[in-house]
């Protein structure tokens, strides 16, 4: 099989992708890329990365790279993807696709005229408790879905520039993602309430006063519909990244405090013995034998080099050699991965959508035409 060359653009979070490229069957990583000089040359020299870039426009001039995938600030998401369909390049790009519903329908108009892949790389749709819990669907062990849950709170008080006063919901993929991604769902509209007030200082980065916002989702061609829900200023939770489903047969449900087991409902059980806590399963076994160890072990191995988004997010769940192979594999074997250019939109255009919503009071707000798969 041939093997796809990779650039990594971005290289704080980026740095935990770059062993994981280098030691997988399919993958090549030609290059990084990085403004601070020092710290790109510091990182080329400790992984023996000879190519290395200052400029993101020069490095999407090379052509010897097949793919970016790209690890920069959010507002840089959709921009940085939309030059890099126009050089020729596929994109891989870290959550949220992009910052407006603009943004997301250039990227899947280029997708669409070029032919090239686009994934946008969800972490919480390879983690291993969505694996599990997909798992169960796919067994049949859940039964009919009935309902979906997700949530991410987090105190973003201390992040860079554009963190102060975000909009909740402008960041949702880690709660939208799981909900629409287990049945590979689409959104058709949605209906959010903002609750709450954060300090003022941080109400006139965005217009945005809400200390939570709280989305229904309706699913497309579907009787389901899901509840997610954000924080990020000024509400006292511990990091937390959940996805509840609940089933005829089966329900699952995340621990209220991190790192504590899973709870299965089983129905039809005498009450005592329904609910059973489960210790999630990694699902390295899904891996190239090569890669398979980084499911429970990242770059940052110690306290000094530990990224905040690593640190807070337990690993994303062992999902980030998942999310390396899904991209690779996808241009290997010319097939779609998860989630493709239309599912990114859809996914991120709920949040954007959800925000808009909320200052309507909870107006219900339809998902664009081009973030729906026509065949469905």
Not at 223 to 249: I, M, P, W
Not at 256 to 269: D, N, R
Not at 303 to 311: G, P
Request: charged letters at 25%; hydrophobic letters at 35%; glycine letters at 6%.
């Amino acid at each position: 099989m041939k093997k796809v060359k990779i650039a990594i653009v971005g290289l704080g979070f980026g740095a935990e992708f770059i062993p994981i490229y280098q030691k997988h069957p399919h993958a090549e990583l030609t290059a990084i890329c990085q403004r601070n000089k020092s710290k790109l040359d510091r990182l080329g020299e400790a992984f023996g990365i000879k190519k290395t870039y200052t400029s993101y426009d020069d490095l999407l001039q090379d052509p010897d790279i097949d793919a970016v995938h790209i690890n920069t600030p959010i507002p840089d998401h959709g921009t940085q993807s939309i030059k890099a369909l126009k050089a020729g390049k596929h994109v891989a790009c870290t959550v949220p696709m992009a910052t407006t519903v603009k943004e997301c329908r250039e990227i899947v108009r280029l997708t669409q005229e070029t032919g090239l892949t686009y994934m946008m790389m969800e972490t919480v749709v390879y983690a291993r408790e969505f694996l599990y819990m997909k798992e169960l669907y796919e067994k049949g062990e859940l039964g009919k879905i009935q309902f979906l849950k997700a949530s991410h709170q987090q105190d973003m008080d201390g992040w860079p520039n554009y963190w102060p006063g975000l909009p909740p919901m402008h960041y949702a993929t880690h709660c939208v993602g799981p909900v629409l991604g287990l049945a590979r769902n689409e959104a058709e509209y949605v209906s959010c309430f903002g609750s709450g007030t954060i300090r003022e200082e941080l109400i006139p980065h965005y217009n945005s006063p809400f200390a939570v916002e709280t989305t229904h989702i309706k699913f497309r061609n579907s009787d389901l519909s899901a509840q997610v829900y954000r924080s990020l200023f000024d509400v006292a939770r511990q990091y937390r990244e959940s996805f509840e489903v609940y089933g005829s047969k089966k329900s699952v449900e995340w621990p209220l405090i991190e790192g504590k087991p899973l709870v299965v409902h089983t129905a039809k059980k005498p009450e005592p013995e329904i609910p059973e806590e489960v210790e999630c399963p990694d699902f390295a076994k899904l891996l190239p034998r090569e890669i398979q160890h980084f499911t429970t072990q990242g770059v940052y191995d110690t306290d000094e080099n530990q990224h905040l988004s690593f640190e807070q997010g337990a690993g994303h769940g062992g999902s980030h050699p998942h999310l390396v192979h899904e991209f690779v594999n996808a241009l290997v074997r010319e097939k779609e991965p998860y989630p493709n250019a239309k599912q990114s939109a859809n996914i991120t255009c709920v949040g954007i959508l959800a925000h808009e919503s909320a200052l309507q009071g909870g107006e219900q707000i339809r998902l664009p035409e081009f973030t729906f798969d026509q065949k469905k």
